[in-house]
């Protein structure tokens, strides 16, 4: 009797040992495999997007009536460090053929960007000064900060959940600008991404603009790995007012190459003023 | 038509109804209750394009493009501070500006001098910017952006007078309204169609669900915000002013509101006090109440099923469908009563009531009827729904008064009183007065009928002069009060800017891209900078701004060439064109998209006109699209691009001014169609009610004769014919009618049992004369109440209708009279 006892005192505390470190274990675990939402994000800025990308582009603009109207672009991209820049050409419609766009996007935080566009009618090129990213990208549904990395400290971030979009597993992230001032920079008051688990690829987004009652939603319908880089060859991004569409654009890129052989003097403003090839 | 044979009817009716009187009561009470389960729907329109019916031509132009361009109606708000360009004003107007943007509700975009679009450019650089954000805060800075605003000539009557003294700031709202999404991620997310997310780039046109513009509560909760800050921020330092028609529309509605209130209870008083002087019990003023409200309520309900929300012209309803129920239940009740204080039988005195006057009853509220419904058919779709919903009133009144009133009678104890029973001094008194006057009028006119109607012909004679000289209104403004701060405002605001409201000229090139041919743009120009002004003489108006796209190239022009003064024109080169349009694209600046549609196709030319009654627009709409064609005449064949050469430009006017330019051409045409119909409608029930052709016409004079002095009145003394006062022939007439009929009706009875003309007058005198009288004065009490309105549209129009009602009983006891006189003295053998 007092042996039985003894075992069962042993195979208690054991058993106790043993849950008690499976639990300490297990929730060492789960600490170490989620990730913070900043984590995330910034993941998401430092994936690979591609350097010396050559490529075609396709920019549907659709209004609420769905009249559409498609400009064809050429697009070049090269990395400058932590700094990208991107050449843009219009092959058509006919009238802006030529017309030419050049962005210095800077990587430090509160350095603006620099804009030079173009006009071949003018024969003239013209820095844009634009301060202020909220400004709509080429008359499309995607503002001037949709085109380019957020500065990740001018966010709050909070990992909302995880869910699937597409079939894709996601993290869904919602970010939160800190100040007014960021929310007048670049035009939303807050945004939920999306982001894909295996590639940190951003794959939906929904963004609250400025102006209330009125959200974006952006939606990559096709994302391939091109050169190994994860390259969206398909997004949309519709305007909405509650259920009514107020405006959509559709992006398109095909005959997307990478590592090309790109020369820096590409991207300066006498390069811009020689035309598309 | 056989008189005793329709009584009889009414009495075996009345019969039947009492025998089943809770039964009837069962099922009256259920219809009237699922009728009134509509209620709650009802809503409140005092918007101006709510004048004109739906499928208007005119109204579904301008809801075309404001589905394009949004809300053209915007609140001014009018600053005039010592030093526009100073520091103290300057911070104070940012705050104001920033505060209005985060509070008001449906908010579509504020503008002011604070975040105007600046467009300026350099050698190496072109900058679009908020235009307060360009200048430091600095002296240097103040002076330069005074400098600067006062030489933009985009800025000029936009937001700053020409004297600099006086600055606007704009605010927009959107047009449509926008139900709350509850979750906009979840709808968002859904893979089907509806969500925010759909899998198919067609699909975006597809949603066609049925918008709603703006509601009149949303309009409300703008105006509520942007007065509420207003006062908040308005000083001596700081004086604002605030105008534009969607204030205007809001003070309307709460005016409305009151008004109808008012109205409403006291002439729910003005029945009570009367039904009880004239009955002396309580089943007396209960009765006629319930038939009176249940009518009324009843109508209402009936517009909230429909739809059809309450407007300026029906907010009378209510006042009205209560004054014209009582008459019915006041003569079928004195009837009863004086029978069953006789006989002490309720039931057979019910039966007797109605029987003797149910064909008076339903031939009063037919006219009645007849006289609005004659009105449903009128352009003016404010109007027609008045008379729609004014003759179901009629006609519920009727059903009620000769349904309800005698199941109530049958099911209410009543005592019998017994006649000898003192009347009050008060009541002796006024029935004396009656008396006398009912008295000296079947005197007057049995004994002395042609000066009568001599006398009747030289009052419609002056009367026609009169009617030559009335003109036709439509000016919302002039219907508030001299001093009423909006109106005070848009006339400074008009001065001050040379305009508060505007004219929309579209310019459809034709097909997309068409805004990209350079002489079209050429053309726009021209046409903008000619149009300084429309008509001539006195019926000059100055419109002080005119904007469209070509404001953008003029600025984007210069500022791509070095700013210099003269580059501020458009471009004449197509692809130039194309390419500054793009760029202006990319500047971040959204004024874009209010000028052209995103096809390109379609450009907006936006007037800035005063304030003025509808008729100064009337004639200058034509001049305006005349002008508008001949400037785009040679669009065509001066363009380059062969493709262009099978498109031309049409141009369509819509806005503001239209809606009023169309809402009088509507008023002035429904006007005298809808007299007409109602004149020979009612004439041929008076035929068949008399059952003699010429006797009934002649019973439409003491008919349409007071309605012809009040419209002479009217012209004399320069009150105008507006959507209001037109109402009054109508509705006067078929009021006035009723008086006619209970006189036709009773003296034909008894000329046919005495064979005497006066002794059939005075007879019918003593009998449906004294509820003639008191019907009278309740009418009229019930639309003199209207002359308490701050409203000088209401004070008109219940002034003129209560005039010609009281003369319409003057009309019935003098004239018809004296005209029965005349020809039944000739002819004493007449067959009747």
Known sequence: MENMMMKLKKLTVALTITLMSTTILSSLNLAVAAPSARELMEAVNARDDGNNGLMEMEMILIDKKGKQRIRKLKKMSQDRGDDSYSLLFFLSPSDVKDTGFLTYDYDQSGKDDDQWLYLPALKKTKRIANDDKSGSFMGSDFNYSDMSDPDLDDYNFTLMKETKVHGNEVWQIKSVPKSKEIIEETGYRQSVVFVRKDNFVVVRAVRWMESKGKLRYLDLKKLEQIDGVWTPLETTMTTKEGKRTLHKTVIRYSKVRYNQELDESLFTVRRLEKGAN | ?832
């Open chain 2, 1 to 832: 038509m056989d008189r005793s044979g329709v009584e009889r009817a009414f009495i075996s009716y009345t019969g039947g109804l009492i025998r089943w009187k809770w039964f009837a009561l069962v099922v009256v009470f259920v219809l009237t209750a699922l009728l009134l389960t509509n209620l709650p729907k009802i809503t409140i329109d005092t918007s101006n394009e709510g004048f004109l019916r739906a499928d208007d031509p005119i109204l579904l132009d301008y809801n075309r493009f404001r589905e394009q361009f949004g809300r053209e109606e915007v609140v001014l708000i009018a600053m005039r501070p010592q030093n526009i360009f100073a520091p103290e004003f300057v911070e104070t107007l940012k705050k104001f500006h920033s505060e209005l943007e985060e509070q008001v509700p449906h908010l579509d975009e504020v503008t002011s001098l604070v975040n105007v679009r600046y467009t300026v450019g350099n050698e190496s650089e072109l900058l679009v910017e908020d235009l307060m954000e360009a200048f430091p805060n600095t002296p240097e800075g103040y002076a330069e952006l005074r400098r600067v605003t006062l030489s933009h000539p985009f800025y000029k009557n936009l937001l700053i007078s020409e004297d600099g003294k006086v600055t606007t700031l704009v605010i927009e709202t959107k047009a449509f309204s926008t139900p709350e999404v509850e979750d906009p991620l979840s709808t968002g997310f859904d893979d089907m169609v509806e969500g925010g997310f759909d899998d198919d780039i067609e699909q975006s046109s597809s949603e066609s669900e049925e918008l709603t513009f703006l509601t009149d509560a949303e309009n409300g909760e703008v105006v509520d915000a942007v007065m509420e800050l207003v006062e908040e921020y308005r000083s001596e330092e700081f004086p604002l002013e605030v105008a534009g028609s969607p204030l205007v529309m809001e003070i309307l509605k709460k005016s409305m509101q009151n008004d109808m209130r008012k109205f409403t209870l006291s002439m729910v008083g003005i029945i009570v006090i009367f039904l009880f002087i004239t009955f002396r019990r309580g089943s007396g003023v209960f009765i006629p109440l319930v038939v009176v409200i249940l009518s009324l309520l009843s109508t209402i309900a009936l517009m909230a099923a429909t739809g059809v929300p309450l407007k300026l012209t029906t907010q009378i309803l209510p006042s009205f469908i209560m004054a014209v129920g009582i008459g019915d239940s006041v003569h079928i009740l004195s009837i009863f009563y004086r029978r069953f204080d006789q006989n002490g039988d309720k039931m057979e005195a019910i039966q007797y009531a109605v029987g003797h006057s149910g064909l008076a009853v339903v031939m009063t509220s037919l006219t009645t009827a007849a006289g609005l419904f004659s009105f449903s058919t009128a352009e003016l779709g404010a109007v027609a729904e008045l008379g729609m919903f004014g003759g179901a009133g009629a006609i519920f009144a009727m059903l009620f008064s000769v349904i309800l009133l005698p199941i109530l009678l049958a099911i209410l104890p009543l005592k019998q009183r017994s006649l000898g029973e003192k009347a009050s001094s008060v009541e002796q008194e006024s029935k004396g007065v009656i008396d006398k006057l009912l008295n000296g009028a079947a005197h007057l006119s049995s004994n002395h009928p042609i000066p009568i109607v001599f006398g009747a012909l030289l009052l419609f004679l002056v009367a026609l002069f009169g009617i030559s000289q009335i003109q036709f209104k439509h000016d919302v403004m002039t219907w508030f009060p001299e001093d009423e701060p909006i109106r005070v405002a848009t006339e400074n605001v008009d001065r001050d800017m040379r305009g508060t409201i505007s004219v929309e000229v579209l310019i459809d090139s034709g097909k997309a891209d068409g805004l990209y041919n350079p002489t079209v743009i050429g053309n726009l120009a021209k046409l903008q900078d000619s149009l300084d002004s429309l008509g001539s003489g006195d019926a000059k108006l100055v419109s002080g701004k005119r904007s469209s796209v070509v404001d953008i190239l003029r600025e984007t022009n210069q500022a791509l060439n070095e700013n210099r003064v003269e580059e501020y024109r458009v471009p004449t080169e197509r692809k130039l064109l194309a390419q500054e349009m793009l760029l202006f694209e990319n500047t971040g600046s959204d004024d874009l998209e209010k000028m052209v549609d995103s096809e390109l196709r379609t450009a907006r030319l936006t007037l800035r006109l005063p304030w003025r009654d509808a008729g100064a627009y009337t004639e200058l709409v034509g001049e305006l699209q005349q002008r508008s064609e001949a400037a785009f005449v040679n669009s065509v064949d001066s363009s380059v691009d062969s493709s262009d050469a099978d498109s031309s430009v049409t141009i369509s006017i819509t806005g503001l001014m239209m809606i009023f330019a169309r809402t009088l051409d509507a008023m002035m045409s429904s006007m005298l169609e809808s007299y007409t119909i109602a004149a020979v409608v009612i004439s041929i029930m008076m035929i068949l009610l008399v059952g003699s052709v010429r006797l009934g016409l002649i019973s439409m004079i003491p008919n349409l004769l007071p309605i012809t002095i009040v419209l002479g009145v009217m012209g004399i003394f320069g009150l105008p014919l507006d959507a209001f006062t037109m109402l009054i022939g109508s509705i006067a007439l078929g009021l006035a009618v009723d008086d006619t009929v209970h006189f036709m009706h009773n003296f034909m009875r008894y000329y046919k049992d005495s064979g005497s003309s006066s002794e059939a007058i005075v007879h019918t005198m003593h009998t449906a004369g004294r509820a003639m009288v008191v019907t009278t004065i309740v009418l009229s009490l019930g639309f003199f109440i209207f002359m308490s309105s701050e409203m000088n549209n209401l004070l008109n129009f219940g002034g003129l209708t209560g005039l010609a009602i009281i003369l319409s009983l003057f009309a019935d006891i003098l004239l018809a009279p004296a005209l029965m006189t005349l020809i039944f003295r000739k002819k004493l053998n007449l067959k009747v």
